[in-house]
């Protein structure tokens, strides 16, 4: 795996645990270590294999353990372990343009929109529209970013 890809899965954690509901300020910490990987010129793999991850600013024991994790199989025991609180599919919605983990996190929690076919659903059905925070230029956002996969 590349440092990109690392620094990637990373930020994927990071909103994830927003939108499960993990407390925010913490999550934020995935932000800088994957900015960090990315200015790395050492590839992430070669200190994970010399178990020099905790190097890297911000990385303590457990974190390394996540990254670890990550490296060997894609995922993290931190993902599973909130995975109980939102599905992973909830990541998909942050993929549209102009949509971050805090309005998913509004809309998994308050309007039960789990992935991006419910949340096309909802922007095509009129129901984003009713919801605060969500304009039409989102809603529209939502529709062209959908029906262009």
């Known amino acids: 795996m590349t440092n990109a890809e690392l620094a990637q899965k990373l930020k994927d954690l990071r909103d994830f645990l927003i939108i499960a509901g993990y407390e925010e300020s913490h999550a934020l910490r995935y932000t800088q270590i994957a900015r960090s990987i990315e200015k790395m010129p050492e590839p992430v793999e070669d200190l994970a294999a010399q178990g020099r991850l905790s190097e890297i600013p911000q990385v303590g024991k457990l974190i390394a ?55 096309l659903d909802a922007a095509k059905s009129g129901e984003l529209a009713k919801i605060g925070g969500i304009g039409p230029k989102m809603v529209e956002a939502i529709i062209d970013f959908c029906d262009a996969r």
């Open 65 to 119: 353990q996540y990254m670890s994790e990550i490296l060997a199989t894609g995922t993290s025991s931190k993902q599973q372990e909130w995975e109980h609180a939102a599905p992973i599919s909830v990541l998909e919605m942050v993929r549209v343009p102009g949509l971050g983990a805090k309005t998913a996190r509004k809309l998994f929690q308050d309007h039960k929109i789990s992935n991006l076919q419910s949340l």
